[in-house]
């Protein structure tokens, strides 16, 4: 390609991240960089997700931080979503409830299954339990909800 602009870095980035080639992801990302391409929240959404299927919890800090102070973006629910993937995959489920409580905007739903499934896979009911009355007060007519709550 003769021409890259930011929506073939962005599908790039993306691609890569979401098929476990998550390094490629972010070495594509610095190249994108030191082409003098700026990245937008699409560029941290693939960012983000490459972090969330590797597993560097401090990368994936660093990168949200990155793109809130040095690139001026403001995150989206998106953005807030891998961050509440990543934590719990490191087995940092209150940081995760922490990070859930600061966002500026309400978790969804996707987010408070997620809550709720890490807290699941870590055996922690405490935390569980506070995760199923936020998804409940989000989603007060979905059964499944309860479901999570039991061993699989």
């Keep these: 390609m003769k021409t890259k602009d930011l929506i073939s870095w962005n599908t790039l980035i993306g691609g890569l991240a979401m098929h476990g080639r998550g390094v490629d992801a972010l070495n594509l990302f610095i190249r994108m ?7 937008d929240g699409i560029t941290f959404l693939g960012i983000l997700c490459a972090c969330t299927h590797m597993g560097p919890v401090e990368d994936g800090l ?3 931080q990155s793109m809130v102070h040095d690139n001026s973006i403001v995150p989206q629910i998106e953005h807030y979503g891998c961050m509440v993937d990543l934590l719990p995959r490191a087995g940092r ?3 995760a409830m922490d990070f859930v409580s600061k ?7 996707v987010i408070g299954a ?4 890490a807290c699941r ?7 569980a339990e506070v ?3 936020r998804l409940i007060k989000l989603e007060p007519k979905n059964p499944a909800n ?3 709550m039991w061993p699989g």
């Design 33 to 39: 960089k030191n082409a003098g391409q700026k990245p």
């Design 62 to 64: 660093a990168y949200f």
């Design 93 to 95: 489920l209150e940081q």
């Design 103 to 109: 966002m500026p905007m309400e978790p969804d739903v």
């Design 114 to 117: 997620g809550l709720l499934g």
């Design 121 to 127: 896979t870590h055996k922690n009911v405490e935390l």
């Design 131 to 133: 995760a199923l009355q």
């Design 146 to 148: 309860y479901g999570k």
